[in-house]
């Protein structure tokens, strides 16, 4: 998911999403999640955690701990509905890019449009490829980010590896990944741990 997109559902949802809890879903389903997060939050005053947000079975899955809070009946079925209803609209919509979509059996499940699953194979090569420009990339971009109190279009900070347009997307995309993981408190080698916390209340500037 792109880093500004991560933080704007985090600023939204911020009372039932603990920032060490990674949105671990592509960018096509950043609105489906912001939507479900914040009809949560509404519906349960804020009162519940989200535990997990990721893929499971091709679908958009979000796991809260509603089972275990003091909550009423109703309040807890609507959550439960909810979650539900964000998971059948995946479905139908690319886990990349948003666009319309169906669910594909291949090597494994996955919601993508015919020009998603065509990059599907290209994805993987330019990680394959390119592993330690990415990591290598996003360290520079933390670098930079918090020198300057702020954050910056990824496009901009990132200097291009790829000559080919479609992979310097890609690139760019699992550069995307890798900050918003580290955020959640995954590691990027080189980069200090301890620098997560002052990463995290950076914002883009204006």
Excluded at 165 to 183: A, I, K, P, T, Y
Aim: glycine share 6%.
């Amino acid at each position: 998911m792109r880093l500004e997109n991560d933080l704007a559902i985090r600023r939204e949802a911020r009372d039932i999403l603990a920032a060490d809890v990674a949105l671990g879903v592509g960018d096509g389903w950043h609105r489906l999640v912001g939507k479900a997060l914040v009809q949560i939050q509404d519906a349960t005053d804020g009162k519940v955690n989200v535990r997990q947000v990721k893929e499971r079975q091709g679908l958009l899955s979000i796991f809260t701990d509603v089972m275990i809070r003091a909550v009423v009946e109703n309040v807890m079925q609507r959550v439960v509905d909810i979650c539900n209803d964000a998971s059948e609209a995946s479905a139908l919509i690319c886990e990349m890019c948003g666009c319309s979509g169906r669910l594909i059996s291949a090597d494994r499940l996955r919601v993508r449009c015919h020009a998603c699953e065509a990059d599907e194979p290209e994805r993987e090569r330019v990680w394959r490829e390119h592993k330690s420009d990415i990591r290598e990339a996003a360290a520079y971009y933390l670098q930079v980010c918090l020198e300057h109190g702020r954050l910056f279009p990824v496009k901009n900070i990132v200097m291009r590896v790829c000559t080919a347009d479609r992979d310097n997307r890609l690139f760019l995309d699992e550069v995307h990944d890798r900050l918003v993981w580290w955020g959640a408190g995954s590691w990027i080698e080189g980069v200090d741990e301890a620098l997560r916390e002052d990463f995290r209340r950076l914002d883009f500037g204006q």
